[in-house]
T-cell receptor, first 115, second 114 residues
Framework: AQSVTQLGSHVSVSEGALVLLRCNYS??????LFWYVQYPNQGLQLLLK??????LVKGINGFEAEFKKSETSFHLTKPSAHMSDAAEYFC?????????????FGSGTQLTVLP | EAGVTQFPSHSVIEKGQTVTLRCDPI?????LYWYRRVMGKEIKFLLH????????ESGMPNNRFLAERTGGTYSTLKVQPAELEDSGVYFC????????????FGQGTRLTVV
């Protein structure tokens, strides 16, 4: 069984400030971890993924996330927020191995960037 | 290359009516998934096709939902009869069959049952 908890359904930051979106997971087997972003009226877009290589994963648009097994966390960060980062962000987990990958999502975090 | 395409983008129907959602995956993607997000809640898995076969339909809410993937290409998800609690955004995703490949999502179909 696996689950994802995203702390904070809404996060507001000022433009240029650090973005930190929190994600904790639970998995009975070593997981794959993902962050997806959904911009208004668009589909889910993969930001980055952890698949057991480096624990610090770099994604698109300056985002990165660090896998911390001891804390069962996979928090998403970006050093400097941009207005275009305003969107909803989803953390997801799946089991390793095989091609059939059923994702379990968190409830999402809406990021607002203030001018 | 075209991405995952879903039709329609929005649908408003009355309780008791039937609605069919369509998903066209990326060409060559044998894996096809349906997910649903009910208002304000997490995105939940509905089912998974490998080509035309249902690999896992453990997330289907009840027998009012019927998914098909004829010929292993596009997929349809029919809700009959629709109930108020079926309202939400239905996402489709596809991926290649080999391991460690990314799932690509469509823009979703927003279904409103009134």
């Amino acid at each position: 069984a696996q689950s994802v908890t995203q702390l904070g359904s809404h996060v507001s930051v000022s433009e240029g400030a650090l973005v930190l979106l929190r994600c904790n997971y639970s998995s009975s087997v070593p997981p794959y971890l993902f962050w997806y972003v959904q911009y208004p009226n668009q589909g889910l877009q993969l930001l980055l993924k952890y698949t057991s290589a480096a624990t610090l994963v770099k994604g698109i648009n300056g985002f990165e996330a660090e896998f911390k097994k001891s804390e069962t966390s996979f928090h998403l960060t970006k050093p400097s927020a941009h207005m275009s980062d305003a969107a909803e962000y989803f953390c997801a987990v799946s089991q390793r191995g095989g091609s059939a990958r059923q994702l379990t999502f968190g409830s999402g975090t809406q990021l607002t960037v203030l001018p | 290359e075209a991405g995952v395409t879903q039709f329609p983008s929005h649908s408003v129907i009355e309780k008791g009516q039937t609605v069919t959602l369509r998903c066209d995956p990326i060409s060559g993607h044998d894996n096809l998934y349906w997910y649903r997000r009910v208002m304000g809640k997490e995105i939940k898995f509905l089912l998974h096709f490998v080509k035309e076969s249902k690999q896992d339909e453990s997330g289907m809410p009840n027998n009012r939902f019927l998914a098909e993937r004829t010929g292993g290409t596009y997929s349809t998800l029919k809700v009959q009869p629709a109930e108020l609690e079926d309202s939400g955004v239905y996402f489709c995703a596809s991926s290649q069959i080999r391991a460690n490949t990314e799932a690509f999502f469509g823009q979703g179909t927003r279904l409103t049952v009134v």
